[in-house]
């Protein structure tokens, strides 16, 4: 009997025993609608831990990732965020998929008291300050913030009294960043025209634009998936408009701006561009060499800050790793991203978001035949 | 003026796609829900061969044509063949684990990054000026033109070959024309080639004027209900119904709310089910409960 209850306590503790890792934990979209902005983030945030393993890992500990696929499905999302915090015993879990997953996933993580990065997906706002005690978000998007810096920059480049329309998509998310941006035009002496949603899958957008055209903006914001945001921008060029176009810079913006070669289309985003041709962006291209990796390295910087953040938390983490020590050092966290970004990652207590965000802009200048910076970093205070 | 061109633009796309659920549907009474799978597979065909042929667009555009017949022939012998015999529903369902095993393998083949074969192709999708005001993409003129000519040459293949009015025979009385000599399989095969080709040209085209992306299967089913309004065994309904929905749709953008966009196609084919539900110019007798 004496054996048989100290075989359970053993098999009981086993699994933590046996875990000379640090085991971390990922949902993300790898497939369904989504999958192409996502699953580079998490392609390219396991090569970077991979690099980081094979010069001896974390605190002379090895990194274990372990990627789950939800194909962008709430459902799907809860399930493995059960096996992830059951049966993995992970220290630390990220979301990497749509916005539908985030519920179930927050209920898992809040059950556990586990904390939950999201790595490449919209950053809720519970992140911003005063931030939820258990989420975390490292991606590039800033709801608000982004406004603000588009519509910063629309000002200081416009010469004449700005006219400006709204495209975005039918998703919740979008709807409301350009409902916001659409409210702070105002604000800011701007005249807003005209705002257009279309849905995610359009089959022709030239009816939409029709009408964007129509009212006769000299600017156009849109902040939503590449797709829309630049079928959008397509169909007004071919209706003859021939204002100035703005909009947020996903993670095949740099692609998209030598293919589109429009020197009135202007993308801002927080992450360098490899034209910037950063020190950084020679370890990427090597490390995305190493993986073998099967998407243009342009596609990887966000992935590969994702990595990074999660290096540096582990390495504040003291051995052995539990879900609250790990907590404690994201609590505390300041990363340093090599010049991807404006300035350093910071998160506090009160803030998981962080502290700065930083904006260029980018446009192609058909005279140069190349990419052109337009405004270099411009830093926003996140505040309360 | 840009109001009409962009209904054009629309309803062709539409009836490019539905004509495939008409011609399946008419000849076999399967109705194919693999048909957008279907059709974004003819768009990645086009990707394939126009960087397989690079610098040979014409030669890269006839590949992926044949590809595209090749791919709709292959479909019926490898699996609806099997079907004959079953009930509709079984087709039906058959069909709709053709579309997931479809849609899971492009993303395995093609990975999920946007592709843009005109590009690949090594042409610009020009804007074409149109009457006085309107404009339209050398892509959108291209669909209408070749819409229209898809269109008549079916009408003429159906009446006035051998093989057409075997089609049409075996739609009407399968049983009738098997007796009469006429090879079913035969029949049903060309009909599964020609319904995958004319949705992989919709393909080609929507993926030449905006990429690929995973969304396209979506645009797919979209054009179902202009198949099911203008009746699901004809192919005038087709263009017909292909026209109702897209008016709709653009009028409503315009001048209610873009987001309409989405429903009108169901809202319409919502009416049509509750007035005549077999559809302008459906036969009445076709219907089948399912």
Same mark, same amino acid.
């Given at each position: *009997? ?25 949902? !993300?979209? *790898?497939? %369904? ?45 809860? !399930? ?22 985030? #519920?179930? &996933? ?57 006219? /400006? %329309?709204?495209?975005? &998509?039918? /998703?919740?998310?979008?709807? #409301? ?10 604000? &800011?002496? *701007?005249?807003?025209? !005209? ?109 590969? /800050?994702?990595?990074?953040? /999660?290096?540096?938390?582990?390495? #504040? ?10 907590? #404690? ?9 090599? %010049? ?45 | ?16 796609? @539905? ?44 590949? @992926? ?21 079953? @009930? ?30 005109? $590009? ?51 739609? $009407? ?5 098997? $007796? ?34 995973? =969304?396209?299967? =979506? ?12 009746? +699901? ?8 119904? @292909? ?43 076709? +219907?089948?409960?399912?």
């Amino acid at each position: *009997m004496k054996k048989t209850v100290l075989g359970i306590v053993l098999a009981a503790a086993l699994p933590a025993a046996a875990q000379d890792a640090y085991v971390v934990g990922v949902s !993300a979209a *790898m497939t %369904g609608p989504g999958a192409g902005i996502y699953a580079p983030v998490v392609d390219a945030m396991k090569a970077y831990l991979d690099h980081v393993n094979a010069r001896g890992g974390v605190n002379g500990k090895q990194v274990r990732l372990i990627v789950q696929d939800d194909g962008a499905e709430p459902s799907r999302a809860a !399930a493995n965020a059960k096996r992830l915090l059951a049966q993995d015993k992970v220290v630390l879990l990220i979301n990497t998929s749509l916005s539908s997953t985030y #519920a179930p &996933m927050v209920a898992e993580a809040r059950r556990a008291e586990v904390p939950l990065y999201f790595g490449g997906s919209v950053c809720p706002k519970d992140t911003y300050p005063p931030a939820d005690p258990l989420q975390f978000c490292s991606s590039a998007f800033g709801a608000n913030l982004d406004s603000q810096g588009a519509l910063a920059f629309v000002k200081a480049q416009a010469k004449e009294p700005v006219r /400006i %329309g709204f495209a975005a &998509m039918a /998703i919740p998310i979008a709807r #409301a960043e350009i409902d916001y941006a659409e409210g702070l035009s105002k604000t &800011m002496g *701007m005249t807003p025209v !005209a705002k257009q949603i279309s849905p995610p899958p359009a089959p022709d957008y030239t009816p939409f634009a029709t009408k964007l055209k129509d009212a006769n903006p000299n600017w156009v914001f849109s902040w939503s998936p590449w797709v829309s945001q630049v079928r959008t921008f397509e169909a007004l060029r071919r209706l003859g408009w021939s204002g100035r176009y703005l909009t947020w810079a996903h993670l095949n913006a740099e692609d998209e701006l030598a293919r589109i070669r429009d020197g009135e289309f202007y993308v801002i985003g927080t992450n360098a561009l490899f034209q910037d041709d950063l020190p950084v962006h020679a370890e990427i291209r090597a490390v995305t060499h190493r993986a073998n990796l099967k998407y243009p390295v342009t596609y990887l910087t966000e992935g590969f /800050i994702a990595g990074l953040v /999660i290096e540096s938390a582990l390495k #504040a983490t003291p051995w052995p790793p539990t879900p609250k020590k790990v907590l #404690a050092a994201m609590n505390n966290l300041k990363v340093d991203l090599k %010049g991807l970004r404006g300035g350093p990652l910071e998160w506090t207590r009160e803030n998981h978001f962080r502290i700065r965000q930083h904006y260029r802009v980018w446009r192609w200048d058909p005279a140069k035949n190349a990419i052109v910076r337009v405004q270099d970093w411009q830093a926003i205070e996140v505040k309360r | 003026m840009q109001l009409a061109v962009n209904i054009a633009v629309l309803a062709a796309i539409y009836a490019l796609i @539905s004509c495939g659920y008409v011609l399946i549907y008419r000849v076999s009474r399967v109705l194919s829900l693999a048909h957008g799978e279907l059709m974004m597979l003819g768009a990645y065909g086009l990707a394939a061969t126009a960087s397989l042929f690079s610098g040979h667009p014409l030669v890269a555009i006839a590949a @992926s044509i044949a590809l595209a017949f090749l791919v709709g022939v292959a479909v019926y012998a490898a699996l609806m063949w099997r079907m004959t015999g079953e @009930s509709v529903l079984a087709a039906v369902l058959a069909t709709i684990a053709l579309g997931i095993l479809l849609r899971g393998a492009m993303v395995l083949a093609f990975g999920n990054q946007t592709q843009y074969p005109l $590009q690949s192709l090594g042409w610009t999708n020009a804007s074409i000026a149109f009457g006085g005001s309107a404009r339209v993409s050398a892509a959108g003129l291209t669909l209408i033109l070749l819409t229209a000519a898809v269109y008549a040459g079916l009408f003429a293949f159906l009446r006035m070959t051998r093989w057409g009015i075997r089609m049409r025979a075996a739609g $009407q009385n399968p049983l009738l024309a098997a $007796q009469r000599g006429i090879r079913l399989h035969g029949v049903y095969a060309l009909a599964w080639g020609l319904a995958t080709l004319t949705g992989g040209m919709a393909g080609m085209l929507i993926a030449c004027d905006a990429g690929i992306e995973s =969304t396209l299967v =979506t645009i797919g089913l979209k054009a179902f209900p202009a198949a099911l309004v203008g009746g +699901l065994d004809s192919l005038a309904g087709a263009l017909v119904g @292909s026209l109702v929905v897209a008016s709709a749709e653009v009028l409503l953008i315009h001048f209610v709310d873009p987001l309409l966009s989405d429903v009108v196609p169901f809202f319409v084919l919502l009416a049509m089910l509750a007035v005549r539900p077999w559809g302008l110019f459906g036969t009445r007798e076709e +219907l089948d409960r399912v």
